[in-house]
């Protein structure tokens, strides 16, 4: 495989950081860039990397997902520094947990939705021109095993936690459907971790959040010439397809 840079937004710390951590132990002579809410927590976070023994080139990137001067920002300090992003991982996602019968419910669907979709298309769409600069542009999605609608029919998912979570995660899968019949060169992927133990989740999660990571580094390692663009987990520790 050849050297790369990846993008990994919402690096600092949960899945995000542990995406950043596997990837350059699998892959050290890749540079990752690390897309954070302020450069403080990314140079935090690179420090835990480099005294992990990773060697790999690390840089942080400030970015708020939610704002479109942000990414432009994120972009033009990025371009300065490297001519293309081969590898694009939106990571970064909240999660509402308020109820439909709760006052509220609205702006944390609006807040969770703008995060969690609006946010990929605009990150996405901002990203391309530095993609394209490179000869296998890959864009890896996080998304959701809770996203799939035959597991949301087959009675697999037992109830949630955030429903504006869920239902945010299956229109991002949608959302990347239809980004990808207008990028047909870029190989587009979603990629469910798992339930992590992670701040994310009140540290709930049953999988510890590098075991999670592996999915995403399979599949960049593999740079689509066996899974191609698709929905992918680990379960029962194989990498498997899940049904839209």
Known sequence: MSTKIVFVTGANRGIGFAIVQALSTRFPNNTYLLGVRSLSNGQEAIKTLQSLGLASTFHAIEIDITSDSSIQTAISSISAQHPRVD??????AIAERTKPSEPGFRDSCNK???ANVTSFFSITSAFLPLLHAS???????????RASMYKQTHAQ???TASIPYNVSKTALNVGMLEMAKLEPGVLFQ??????????FNGWTGKRDPLDGARVVVELVGDEGKEWGM???????ERMGRVEW
């Not at 990629?191 to 992670?198: I, L, Q």
């Open 135 to 145: 000869p296998r542009p890959h864009i890896i999605n996080i998304s959701s095993a």
């Open 230 to 236: 698709g929905f992918w987990e680990f379960e029962e």
């Open 87 to 92: 590898v694009l991982v939106n990571n970064a």
């Open 157 to 159: 998912l037992p109830p």
């Open 190 to 199: 979603a990629a469910s971790p798992g339930h992590c133990k992670t701040a």
């Open 112 to 114: 969770t939705l703008n």
